[in-house]
């Protein structure tokens, strides 16, 4: 049997805890996870369209140095039928192709700088709440190591809980219950109560 300063040591340390965790402002601790999965999925939407819109600029780039390719290759193909007049037509799909590499790499170079970006404004933030997260985890540990020192003292003390009921609870069938309780009422030993 616990001695009566172990239970009053208890008492202090589940009393402690619980202001403890009143101290943490768990509901500012909630409005902070929500406002920080606001920005996380503001900023997924943000980048799920720049990778649209980089998807797309890749289409055009890629379309573009094909018919600059193209181009050039007809007009150096052309040339010497045409005694050099297609050759600004080579010059042309030469800066078609070179324009649609540029834009093709510049949409790759700016998906990189805003998701990094983006990604670098989100960490300060995350490793604030993860931080504030693990505190809380700890004081809920703390209490949750008090509270099952307290059950075994109860237990040992033949105090059952109600987790402690429960399993039996649950082992009874209902039926035979049933059936007791009504051998009770008729017997006349209970008063049905309405």
């Known amino acids: 049997m616990a001695p009566p300063d ?7 340390g589940i009393e402690a805890s619980f202001k403890k965790l009143e101290a943490m402002d768990i509901h500012g ?18 980048l799920e369209s720049m990778h ?16 600059g390719g193209a181009m050039a290759m007809l007009g150096a ?5 045409t005694f ?5 037509l080579v010059a042309a799909g030469v800066a078609l192709g070179a324009a649609g590499g540029l834009t093709t790499a510049g949409g790759h170079l700016m998906q990189k700088f805003v998701s990094n970006a983006r990604l670098n404004e989100l960490l300060p ?20 190591g008090l509270l099952q020192k307290l059950h075994q003292v109860m237990h040992l003390k033949g105090i059952k809980l109600i987790s402690d009921v429960l399993p039996i609870q649950q082992q009874l069938d209902a039926n035979r219950i049933h059936s007791v309780l009504k051998r009770l009422l008729q017997s006349g030993k209970v008063q049905e109560e309405l």
């Open 6 to 12: 172990h239970l009053e040591d208890l008492r202090r």
């Open 52 to 67: 649209t819109n980089v998807s797309i600029t890749q289409v055009a780039g890629g379309s573009a140095v094909a018919a």
């Open 84 to 88: 050099g007049i297609t050759l600004p």
């Open 77 to 81: 193909a052309l040339a010497p039928f």
């Open 29 to 46: 601790w909630q409005a902070e996870q929500q406002r920080l999965e606001a920005k996380i999925e503001g900023v997924c939407r943000e």
């Open 125 to 144: 933030r995350s490793h604030t709440f993860c931080e504030r997260t693990r505190k809380l985890q700890d004081a809920l540990d703390e209490l949750l």
